[in-house]
């Protein structure tokens, strides 16, 4: 089944801990993106990659890293989580930057 | 600049049509996209719309958009419960690098 999977679904934590959440595809798709989903802000992109080794920002990167050595993954890191990065975060990927996005179900972070 | 605006909440009774709305600002949109989010679950791409056309129809969708007025809209016919979700508009455009810039999401309660 063509999907993209997140890891974990749900994670509460302290902040300063580093963490990462992971994100994976099996549709062989070059473009791969997070977002994060906060009340009434709709999402709101952090980071996205063209293809393997090539990431560039989005509207909301501070305090967050992300790596692209492989096609299918796109882990996205949290060198020291704050409170205001409490959020729901949604990976997504597409064969390419101008292709149909398709998202992950999404991982519920808690920052306490 | 980018912007998507949605209202925030709209209550129909089941087997009634669903009328969500959306204006946007960008007059350089490629693709228009409505994406529903069901409680604790992730995007479903439900339709989308090329920016040269004026309507789809998807079974029981219809996209309508009116590019002069910068106004999409999705009519859900024949609602029924199953179809309380969130529902999300959401826009890319040309030279942006494949960033979906959303709305903050119309809410559908659909009473039996």
């Known amino acids: 089944e063509a999907q993209v999977t997140q890891n974990p679904r749900y994670l509460i934590t302290v902040t300063g801990k580093k963490l990462t959440v992971t994100c994976s595809q099996n549709m062989n798709h070059e473009y791969m993106s997070w977002y994060r989903q906060d009340p009434g802000l709709g999402l709101r992109q952090i980071y996205y990659s063209m293809n393997v080794e090539v990431t560039d920002k989005g509207d909301v990167p501070e305090g967050y890293k992300v790596s692209r050595k492989e096609k299918r993954n796109f882990p996205l890191i949290l060198e020291s989580p704050s409170p205001n990065q409490t959020s729901l975060y949604f990976c997504?990927?597409?064969?390419?930057?101008?292709?149909?996005?398709?998202f992950g179900p999404g991982t519920r972070l808690l920052v306490l | 600049g980018e912007d998507v605006e949605q209202s925030l909440f709209l209550s129909v009774r089941e087997g009634d049509s669903s009328v969500i709305n959306c204006t946007y600002t960008d007059s350089s949109s490629t693709y228009l996209y409505w994406y529903k989010q069901e409680p604790g679950a992730g995007l479903q791409l439900l339709t989308y719309i090329f920016s040269n056309m004026d309507m789809k129809q998807d079974q029981r969708l219809t996209v309508l958009l009116n590019k002069k007025d910068k106004h999409l809209s999705l009519r859900i016919a024949d609602t029924q419960t199953g179809d309380s979700a969130i529902y999300f508009c959401?826009?890319?455009?040309?030279?942006?690098?494949?960033?979906?810039?959303f709305g903050q999401g119309t809410t559908l309660q659909v009473k039996p």
């Open positions: 959401a826009e890319t455009f040309s030279g942006n690098t494949g960033k979906l810039i």
């Open positions: 997504a990927s597409s064969l390419s930057w101008q292709e149909t996005q398709y």
